[in-house]
């Protein structure tokens, strides 16, 4: 199907979560409290989360900011691998690296992660037909905006490795027809207080 209108996609990490995961922190939870704060004024035809604690608590936190927006749980939007390169796809220098990083993948994970991610860009990605623009929220884990955001920069499959982003930022794309995708904003944090960002990125990358 060949868009006619845009479609703006907003792509964020869950808040940060506790040790075992299973539920957001106090400060996961002011994290998605305040994101939802930032973004109560955009027009969201839909949330789209992940079926993890994590994702849906902080789901239900921005949503609680909306205007009469449906939350839809899927798979889709779940935390898995997009993608497992082989060596030859990598840089030379990096490669090892890489491939340890992966090698925790079960075989399941291998198998089904490519699927979901294939769907993901199906679902997500791309121009919309009709004549408004959408707006649509993905509340989601690291590895799915990773894949996004390569997607929409054209970059090869493997570069969604090394691509990280911090719990509770913002990241936004546009599609528009005719056009190659564009992203207007990545790992934004501008909503949160000193003290709440950089959760969830590695602690020698924080600026």
Wanted: glycine letters at 6%.
């Amino acid at each position: 199907m060949t868009g006619t209108a845009s479609r703006h996609l907003y792509l964020v990490r869950h808040g940060e979560a506790s040790p075992d995961e299973s539920t957001l922190t106090e400060a996961g939870r002011r994290q998605a409290t305040l994101l939802g704060r930032r973004l109560r004024d955009i027009p969201f035809t839909a949330v789209h989360h992940g079926p993890l604690p994590r994702a849906e608590q902080t789901a239900r936190l921005i949503g609680a900011h909306l205007k009469n927006v449906p939350l839809n749980c899927t798979d889709i939007a779940g935390d898995y691998v997009p993608y497992v390169p082989e060596a030859d796809e990598l840089p030379a220098d990096s490669a090892d690296f890489y491939l340890s990083f992966l090698a925790g993948a079960t075989a399941e994970e291998r198998r089904h992660g490519p699927v979901l991610a294939r769907q993901a860009l199906e679902l997500f990605a791309g121009p919309v037909a009709g004549e408004e623009d959408r707006h649509e929220l993905v509340v989601t884990h690291n590895f799915l905006v990773a894949w996004l955001v390569r997607d929409a920069m054209q970059a090869p499959k493997w570069r969604w490795l090394g691509l990280n982003h911090c719990n509770a930022a913002l990241t936004v794309i546009r599609y528009a027809p005719g056009r190659a995708a564009t992203v207007l904003l990545s790992n934004d944090m501008r909503h949160l207080p000193a003290e709440l960002r950089w959760t969830g990125f590695p602690s020698e990358l924080h600026i």
